[in-house]
């Protein structure tokens, strides 16, 4: 085991996504991994409820905006109190209030997970100095890192990609559900195959295209359901919803498509599909196509944003033209019609999950970040 390195996981994001759930389960790998290590968080929020449901040491922050001075300084006390080393943020928003607080408590280095993909450049001289000032920057994904690259300015040995990591062994893994059978939960017939869908009801998760393909392939497939996981969140996107549910009634396939809303039990979810089908219009990476690939499930996904660093085309799945409905349905009738290519392409896509998205192998490699970092020691700022 490589030296322990006292750490504080920072973000003060109230949000409820990926990034948000991907805190405390890196914190708790860490601490397996015999880091010390405490999370940061507002209260109320979901990273708040992680963190104490798994009896993480967490810290409670006020902070808000791009400076907030009590905070800082209290920061600054927490930072001096516990012998941190390594400060990790996780939203950039952080960034300004951690420099500041770690200058306060003699220069701790400062390390940033980039979490999504930015749509806008931040060249000015604020930014210039925020990055300047944070000594390594992770990003999630190919596709993030290059895009860090190209809006903020920060030289290329300063960024690393390293993927989102899943627990394999005992969450992620097929052997502990191999015997769940869901269908009667969703309403499915029993020993039916089912076509899944994953992610909130709106309109850049693009599940009419889910819904288009399947209308188009269930008369030709009348023993396939699909069975659609999530809901949708405000009066836009339930409407949005209803617009979904209307065209499988006009399409009279009201007994084949399963509306069961939010899961927690995804593991089973994943193992219950004999397809996976995502259709965003954009992930900064994907990580619903990583899980069902963890429990040797094949995956459709779009060829746009960080999909196309999962799916292994032809091997674990198929990549569609985005927003393309026919390519979807033509994708997903290579695999609907073959059940030896279904299993074959689930084997290979849990070896690829292992490789690539294992979270004992991302926080190991978190650590490293942390000790390069450590042993390059602060640069003199201005």
């Known amino acids: 085991m490589t030296e322990p390195i006292r750490n504080l996981q920072m973000i003060s994001s109230p949000g409820v ?36 449901a798994w009896n993480l040491p967490v810290v409670a922050t006020g902070m808000r905006g791009y400076f907030d001075p009590l905070d800082i300084w209290s920061l600054a006390r927490f930072l001096k109190r516990e012998k941190i080393q390594i400060i990790h943020a996780h939203w950039s928003r952080d960034l300004a209030n951690l420099i500041l607080a770690s200058r306060l408590a003699g220069r701790i280095p400062v390390v940033l997970t980039k979490h999504v993909y ?6 000015d001289l604020f930014h210039a100095w925020v990055y300047r000032n944070t000594d390594h920057v992770i990003a999630i994904s190919r596709l993030v890192e290059k895009n860090l690259l190209k809006t903020v300015p920060l030289p290329g040995e300063k960024v690393t990609t390293i993927y989102n ?62 069975v659609m996981v999530g809901k949708p969140v405000g009066p836009t996107e339930t409407a949005y919803a209803e617009k979904l549910k209307a065209t499988v009634r006009a399409a009279g396939f009201e007994d084949r498509v399963h509306w069961v809303g ?29 899980e069902a690939m963890a429990m040797e499930r094949p995956v459709v996904g779009p060829a746009a944003g960080g999909i196309p660093e999962i799916i292994a085309d032809g091997r674990s ?10 390519d979807l349905e033509r994708k997903l009738r290579n695999l609907l019609t073959a059940p030896e290519r279904r299993q074959d392409m689930g084997r290979v896509g849990r070896e690829i999950v292992f490789e690539r998205f294992n979270l004992d192998k991302m926080a ?8 390069e970092v450590l042993r390059a020691g602060r640069p003199s700022r201005t």
């Not at 930015?118 to 060249?123: A, G, V």
């Not at 819904?211 to 188009?216: I, M, Y």
Request: glycine residues 10%; proline residues 8%; neutral net charge.
């Open 17 to 52: 996504g990926g990034r948000e759930i991907d805190v405390p389960v890196l914190a708790r790998k860490l601490i397996a991994q015999g880091h010390p290590t405490w999370v940061m968080c507002r209260p109320g929020t979901l990273v708040e409820q992680l963190s104490q």
């Open 262 to 290: 939010f899961r927690k039990d995804m593991p089973a979810v994943m193992q219950s599909f004999a397809v996976l089908a995502c259709a965003s219009a954009f992930e900064s990476l994907g990580m619903d196509a990583v």
């Open 165 to 226: 990591g899943i627990e394999l062994q005992t969450y992620w893994n097929p052997e502990l559900t191999r015997n769940c059978d869901l269908r009667g939960d969703y309403g499915v017939p029993p020993g039916k195959p089912i076509l899944g869908y994953v992610g909130r009801l709106n309109q850049g998760k693009r599940p009419h295209l889910v819904v288009e393909a399947f209308v188009r392939l269930a008369p030709a497939f009348p023993e396939w359901h699909l």
């Open 317 to 326: 799945g198929y990549l569609f033209q985005p927003g393309d409905a026919a």
């Open 118 to 123: 930015s749509t806008e450049k931040k060249l």
């Open 364 to 371: 190991e490699q978190v650590a490293s970040i942390f000790h």
